[in-house]
């Protein structure tokens, strides 16, 4: 265990299937990784090796305690379209979304990293909350290529093309530079 918390809020797209990836990459970074994935995303999850990264699913009841330490950075890998405009407009209803929307006013650095299709990216929801999340601070990351200054959409059909060539020392990167400000 190391003194610095990441959580890993995982959705459900083909980077997904590179969580396990990303619990590695954070551990060898000095990480110590929690899984949060929405609904959509525990299929993604399901015969991948987390070694012994807590995934944490569901709110706790009254009487339960905390069952995490409090994050020091927060990854998105992947975000969907439902979570990016569900994110920017506020909306706490699941706690990935929860987990989030505190995230934005705690100011913990935050990297998301949107993985939506041409046909989706071309909705006006798209560049309104993507732009309102760059605003509260988050950084996001192109899938394809790891830019922070632009954000392309996934071709259709190229999303496990995509996830193979993803880097998660992009994302890590960018969170160290972010966290050390």
Avoid at 80 to 89: K, R, V
Avoid at 104 to 109: D, F, K, L, N
Avoid at 147 to 159: E, H, L, M
């Amino acid at each position: 265990m190391t003194d610095r918390t990441l959580y890993i809020v995982v959705c459900g797209a083909p980077l997904a299937s590179r969580t396990a990836d990303g619990v590695k990459a954070a551990r060898a970074n000095g990480w110590d990784p929690y899984v949060i994935p929405t609904e959509a995303a525990m299929p993604w999850l399901a015969d991948q090796d987390l070694g012994d990264a807590p995934v944490i699913t569901g709110n706790r009841t009254p009487d339960e305690p905390r069952r995490t330490p409090p994050p020091d950075a927060i990854a998105v890998v992947p975000m969907t379209f439902n979570t990016l405009n569900a994110w920017a407009n506020g909306n706490a209803h699941t706690y990935p979304l929860t987990t989030l929307c505190a995230a934005i006013g705690a100011q913990t650095p935050t990297v998301a990293v949107p993985f939506a299709k041409q046909d989706l990216a071309g909705h006006p929801a798209w560049l309104a909350s993507l732009a309102v999340l760059r605003y509260a601070g988050i950084s996001v990351i192109d899938p394809s290529s790891g830019a922070t200054n632009s954000i392309d959409p996934v071709a259709s059909g190229t999303g496990a093309e995509t996830a193979e060539r993803f880097d998660w020392a992009w994302v890590l990167g960018v969170l160290n530079s972010v966290g050390n400000r």
